[in-house]
C-alpha cells in the first residue's frame, strides 16, 4: 500500500511541478466544450431522425461522447507514458530488481490517470453547466451507469496492460492505445449515433466495451429506464471488459517474462 501512496504522490509531484501546462488543460476543457457546440449548432433538421431518441439535442449527445473520450486516452496512455519514462531512465529495472509485484508495480501507474480522470470529469460538468446550460439532473448517476462506468474503466486498463506489454517487449510507441481510440472514435458512436454506420461496421461496433457503455449512459440519462436493450448492453460491456482486462494481464506476464529471457529489460 505504502508503494501505491508513493507512486501516486511522485506522479502528483511531476503534473504540479509543470504548472502553467496543469493550467491550460484544464482551460482546455472549455475550449473544447466550446468547440463542439458550435460544431452541434451546424447540425440540421436532417438529422433529427438519427437523434430522436437523444432528444434532437446533438450537444449533449456530444458531451457524454467527449468524456467517454476522456476517461479512455486517459486511462490507456497516461500509464503507458509513465512505463515508458521509467524504461528510459532504469527506474522499471531497479522497481523491478528490488522484488516488488511486477502487476503492482505496473497498475500503480493507474492511480494517478484515475484521480486526474475524476478531477477533469467534474470540471467538464462544472463546465457544461456554467457555460452551456447542460441540466444538473443530467449528471444524476443511477447505481446501472456506476456499474457500467466501472467495467468501462477495467476494460480501458485492460487495453492500457496490453499496450504496456507492447512497450516492455518491442520497446514501440503507444500504437494499441492509439488503435483502440481510433475504432472508439470510428465505430463507439462517441460524435455521431451508431444508426448513421452501415450494418457491417455496427456488427464491428459491438466489440468495443465504448460502444456498449454510451448505450447505456445516453439512454439511462435520457429516459431513466433500465430495459431489455440495456440489460444487452450491460451483458456485453461485462464480458467484454473482463475479456479485455484478462487479456492484459496476460500479455503483460508474457511480456515480463519474455523480455527476462532475452534481456531487453537492460537495453533501449
Known amino acids: 500500500m505504502n508503494f501505491l501512496i508513493q507512486t501516486f504522490i511522485k506522479d502528483l509531484k511531476v503534473v ?21 457546440y458550435l460544431i452541434s449548432s451546424l447540425v440540421g433538421e436532417g438529422a433529427n431522425n438519427h437523434l430522436d431518441q437523444y432528444e434532437n439535442d446533438y450537444f449533449k449527445f456530444l458531451f457524454l461522447g467527449i468524456i467517454t473520450a476522456e476517461i479512455t486516452l486517459i486511462i490507456s496512455t497516461f500509464p503507458n507514458k509513465n512505463i515508458r ?9 531497479q522497481l523491478l530488481a528490488s522484488g516488488r ?8 501507474t493507474f492511480l494517478y490517470p484515475m484521480f486526474w480522470l475524476i478531477f477533469k470529469i ?3 460538468c462544472l463546465a457544461g453547466f456554467i457555460f ?5 439532473s443530467y449528471f444524476n448517476i443511477s447505481y446501472i451507469e456506476f456499474f457500467s462506468l466501472v467495467f468501462f474503466i477495467i476494460s480501458i486498463i485492460g487495453i492500457g496492460c496490453l499496450s504496456i506489454s507492447a512497450t516492455i ?12 481510440l481510433s475504432l472508439s472514435a470510428l465505430l463507439g458512436g462517441v460524435a455521431y449515433p451508431l444508426s448513421v454506420l452501415p450494418e457491417s461496421l455496427r456488427i464491428l461496433s459491438n466489440l468495443l466495451p465504448t460502444t456498449h457503455f454510451l448505450e447505456i449512459i445516453r439512454a439511462n440519462s435520457y429516459s431513466n429506464n433500465f430495459d431489455n436493450g440495456n440489460l444487452n448492453h450491460l451483458i456485453m460491456l461485462i464480458i467484454i471488459s473482463l475479456t479485455f482486462f484478462i487479456l492484459g494481464m496476460l500479455a503483460l506476464k508474457i511480456s515480463l517474462k519474455l523480455s527476462k529471457k532475452n534481456g531487453s529489460l537492460l537495453y533501449y
Do not use: A, P, R
Open 132 to 136: 452551456f446550460d447542460i441540466d444538473m
Open 169 to 180: 517487449f518491442f520497446k514501440s510507441s503507444d500504437f494499441i492505445s492509439t488503435l483502440y
Open 16 to 36: 504540479l511541478s509543470y504548472k502553467l501546462q496543469f493550467i491550460f488543460s484544464l482551460f482546455s476543457i472549455v475550449i473544447t466544450l466550446f468547440t463542439f
Open 101 to 108: 509485484n511486477e502487476h503492482l508495480i505496473i497498475l500503480s
Open 85 to 93: 519514462n521509467m524504461q528510459l531512465t532504469g527506474v522499471f529495472e
Open 122 to 124: 467534474f470540471i467538464y
